[in-house]
């Protein structure tokens, strides 16, 4: 929380000393979220292709009058740069569930981490919220594979959470016990 608070404050300070409004502040900090989760990152991977030697292939040809008349057919559907977003969403939004359904049937003391964990969580989702809006703001115009896709990437890495536990301590070597035996 401290983290988030002095980031904040530092960002309120460059926002009055440039006179830059809160609303415009926001809108880039939201550009900058999507575009890492999603434009940035597969820019990374398509680098390191290129340095591995597996260059992709990409090929400009001109337009030809028959093309404009057919224009809206060659629209996209979906595309692969929607999937690392819409996991991001559905991770946070899992862990949210998770997380305050842990802390009931945990008690009083899981309450206190989970303020931290919620607050992270909702940070990211409202981050991401004008992506969310975009993708899901049309009836029957979210393409099914990028959820579907994406569904399956964020249940891959909840596995993958659940199996590494990183909060809770991890035991070294085997208990034993008064008698010698191992627990």
Request: charged share 15%; hydrophobic share 55%; proline share 3%.
């Amino acid at each position: 929380m401290a983290l988030f608070i002095s980031i904040i404050l530092t960002c309120v300070l460059e926002l009055r000393w440039s006179k830059v409004n809160i609303q415009d502040w926001w809108r880039n900090e939201q550009f900058w979220v999507i575009g890492g989760v999603s434009a940035h990152l597969f820019a990374v991977f398509q680098g390191l292709l290129k340095v591995a030697g597996l260059g992709t292939k990409f090929t400009v040809r001109m337009k030809s009058a028959d093309d404009a008349a057919f224009g809206q057919l060659h629209l996209f559907k979906w595309t692969s740069l929607l999937i690392p977003p819409t996991s991001i969403v559905i991770l946070n939004m899992v862990g949210i569930v998770a997380g305050v359904s842990e802390a009931i049937n945990s008690g009083y003391n899981a309450w206190g981490l989970l303020f931290g964990k919620v607050f992270f969580s909702f940070w990211v989702i409202v981050h991401l919220y004008p992506f969310l809006k975009g993708l899901l703001g049309r009836q029957n115009r979210t393409p099914i594979i990028v959820v579907l896709w994406a569904t399956l990437l964020a249940l891959i890495f909840s596995m993958i959470w659940v199996r590494i536990d990183v909060f809770l301590p991890k035991k070294i070597g085997p208990v034993l016990t008064q008698c010698g035996v191992e627990c």
